[in-house]
């Protein structure tokens, strides 16, 4: 047990130093790009629909932070995703090791045939 709580506390710290390269990558490269297209770098003043004095609806605010979180959820996975899972199949093509193939569930095969033959006996 003390192994494994020793893994999951390099995996806190690792995770937070890793969000802050995420959210460097976001603010610093991808969020100047999209203001070099767009001419600004959020959105809050977007779409402002003011009610009365003093109620403010900020569609545009909303919409930034979507599209802070796409942004970060994009990098995470062409940063981590794809090259894990492009060492992942270089590792296991160099040990020989084969992916198995999906095995269909009993049941949902069971469910195939009798809608089959379902089929079979109103044509």
Same mark, same amino acid.
């Given at each position: 047990m003390k192994g494994n709580v020793v893994d999951l506390a390099v995996a806190v710290v690792i995770g937070a130093a890793f969000g802050a +390269? +995420?959210?460097a990558l976001v603010d610093k490269i991808l969020m100047p790009?999209?203001? =070099?297209? !767009? =001419?600004? /770098? *959020? %959105? $809050? $003043? %977007? %779409? !402002?629909? !003011?009610? =009365?004095e $003093? !109620?403010?609806v900020e569609f545009g605010a909303f919409l930034t932070v979507l599209v802070n979180f796409l942004l970060v959820a994009a990098a995470i996975y062409f940063v981590v995703i794809v090259p894990m899972r492009k +060492?992942? #199949?270089? *590792? *296991?093509?160099?040990?020989g090791i084969e #992916? /198995?193939?999906d095995e269909v569930d009993p049941q949902l095969a069971l469910l195939a045939e009798i809608r089959d033959e379902l089929k079979n006996r109103t044509s």
């Amino acid at each position: 047990m003390k192994g494994n709580v020793v893994d999951l506390a390099v995996a806190v710290v690792i995770g937070a130093a890793f969000g802050a +390269v +995420v959210t460097a990558l976001v603010d610093k490269i991808l969020m100047p790009l999209i203001a =070099g297209l !767009v =001419g600004s /770098p *959020n %959105f $809050d $003043d %977007f %779409f !402002v629909w !003011v009610i =009365g004095e $003093d !109620v403010r609806v900020e569609f545009g605010a909303f919409l930034t932070v979507l599209v802070n979180f796409l942004l970060v959820a994009a990098a995470i996975y062409f940063v981590v995703i794809v090259p894990m899972r492009k +060492v992942t #199949e270089m *590792n *296991n093509a160099r040990l020989g090791i084969e #992916e /198995p193939e999906d095995e269909v569930d009993p049941q949902l095969a069971l469910l195939a045939e009798i809608r089959d033959e379902l089929k079979n006996r109103t044509s």
